[in-house]
């Protein structure tokens, strides 16, 4: 057993130096410079374990440059032929991901369920179903899988905001609504699209004079955002 682990531990040490470039470059946010290593690492001759390794920087470096396709691909890999129980999680939430913003939500709910399921369940699993489900204009399934992300993670500022957000503008409960934005704003007083959706409760609740300043500090940090916009006009009928 002692030799097996240390065989194990020295594979890993060698994909390590093979692949050292390129991880430091993703570890500085550095995505095309990181690409760009490790396509070049491609033409070395890899093991298996190397090649999944590869496949899972590749898949990642993809991801953050909204190349999805490309992404899907060595995602894709890691998830069917990889043994790294954590490294297969990540690329499933990656892979949900990538399927919710390329509006594949039935893909998503398919790879987030198999994580549920299997038993790995975390906040962001579950803050990733009930955006799934918003996606779907499933409301209330949204609110009870955000419930499950604030049971185990009570003060999780995206369920707080994201539940907040569809109460409110639902009118499912518009009160509770409005202090989960509250609440996700003082966890995150920065946040464009906390300070959003605080706004947008307040005009639900029908408190204009509070919305107007609230979206107001959105549109101040966040001009360009649609949605924020958005908001803002319907409260103050001003044009931008």
Not at 16 to 43: S, T, V
Request: hydrophobic letters at 40%.
């Amino acid at each position: 057993m002692g030799e097996s682990a240390n065989s194990g531990e020295n594979v890993e040490i060698r994909t390590f130096e093979k692949l050292q470039e390129g991880i430091e470059l993703y570890r500085k946010k550095n995505w095309d410079m990181a690409l760009k290593e490790f396509r070049a690492r491609a033409l070395d001759v890899f093991d298996e374990s190397e090649q999944i390794e590869l496949a899972y920087y590749l898949g990642l470096c993809y991801t953050k440059l909204n190349q999805y396709d490309e992404a899907l691909n060595y995602l894709e890999q890691v998830v069917t032929t990889g043994n790294n129980v954590l490294r297969i999680f990540q690329c499933r939430m990656t892979l949900a991901y990538i399927y919710v913003i390329t509006k594949r939500i039935r893909m998503a709910e398919f790879e987030l369920n198999r994580l549920k399921n299997s038993g790995l369940e975390s906040p962001l699993l579950y803050n990733t179903l009930a955006y799934a489900a918003w996606c779907q204009k499933k409301n209330k399934n949204a609110v009870e899988l955000y419930e499950k992300t604030l049971e185990i993670d009570t003060n999780n500022p995206t369920a707080m905001n994201s539940m907040g957000y569809i109460l409110a503008d639902s009118g499912l409960d518009i009160m509770r609504g409005l202090r989960l934005c509250r609440r996700a704003v003082d966890a995150k007083p920065e946040s464009a699209a906390y300070l959003d959706s605080l706004g947008w409760a307040y005009y639900k609740s029908g408190e204009v004079v509070e919305a107007r300043t609230w979206l107001r500090r959105a549109l101040d940090i966040a001009p360009d955002e649609k949605e924020i916009i958005r908001h803002f006009k319907i409260v103050t009928g001003e044009k931008i």
